[in-house]
């Protein structure tokens, strides 16, 4: 089984699986939701393949529901639910990592490799390759903040990189409660991967 959560907005509900990072998708219900989730198991199945790990979902099963807000209907999974506040062992919390490295790597690789000018539509309000690139990696400097981890403005790849360092290495570490930082590590594994794997799916439908 897959270990699914609901966060449920007035108009839209995300389904989050706990133990893929990123693994998030949005619907108009419930039941919508988790499908939509389980539609996405092959695009996912990349990243974890790239991560080096064995991706076999089998069906969602609904361990938590957290309430929403108007955030969750712009399509943010945006509620930190307690599940997020359970310890987190090294061991996971490596694994998760890996996942969020994999993440990067196909994002930038997909990138690379897209034209500039996208094909318009809905997702993103038509934003180009350029903005697209640079929405996630700005976005990712904040988040980092979010969990103590605070770089200036990127004035180079290599600024970039040595941030994304950083970041994968304190979410590296073994956590258990109280929270000392914004976002408990489960949730900043979360959503760092959804955000980066939202766009790069994005990139690749609009090309």
């Known amino acids: 089984m897959t270990r699914v959560y609901l966060e449920t907005g007035p108009k839209k509900v995300f389904a989050c699986a706990l133990d893929w990072p990123g693994w998030c998708r949005a619907d108009k219900g419930e039941e919508a939701a988790l499908d939509r989730l389980m539609d996405y198991a092959p695009r996912y199945r990349v990243i974890a393949e790239r991560a080096g790990l064995a991706?076999?979902?089998?069906?969602?099963?609904?361990v938590g529901q957290?309430?929403?807000?108007?955030?969750?209907?712009?399509?943010?999974?945006?509620?930190?639910?307690?599940l997020d506040l359970e310890p987190l062992p090294a061991a996971e919390a490596e694994r998760s990592v890996a996942l969020?490295?994999?993440?990067?790597?196909?994002?930038d690789e997909v990138a690379a490799v897209s034209p500039e000018e996208l094909s318009k539509g809905p997702r993103g309000g038509g934003r180009d390759r350029t903005k697209i690139v640079d929405h996630v990696e700005n976005a990712e400097r904040a988040f980092a903040?979010?969990?103590?981890?605070?770089?200036k403005p990127y004035k180079s790849v290599?600024?970039?990189?040595?941030?994304?360092?950083?970041?994968?290495?304190?979410?590296?570490?073994?956590?258990?409660p109280p929270a000392a930082t914004?976002?408990?590590p489960r949730y900043a594994l979360r959503?760092?991967?959804?955000?980066?794997?939202?766009?790069?799916?994005?990139?690749?439908?609009?090309?």
């Open 158 to 176: 290599a600024d970039r990189d040595a941030m994304r360092a950083e970041l994968a290495e304190v979410l590296s570490r073994p956590w258990e």
């Open 182 to 184: 914004d976002w408990p």
């Open 100 to 107: 969020v490295r994999a993440a990067w790597e196909l994002f």
């Open 66 to 82: 957290v309430r929403g807000t108007s955030m969750t209907d712009f399509g943010v999974p945006y509620e930190v639910p307690d």
């Open 191 to 207: 959503r760092i991967a959804w955000h980066v794997i939202d766009h790069l799916w994005e990139i690749e439908d609009r090309r």
């Open 145 to 151: 903040r979010k969990v103590g981890v605070r770089h």
């Open 55 to 62: 991706f076999d979902p089998g069906d969602p099963r609904v």
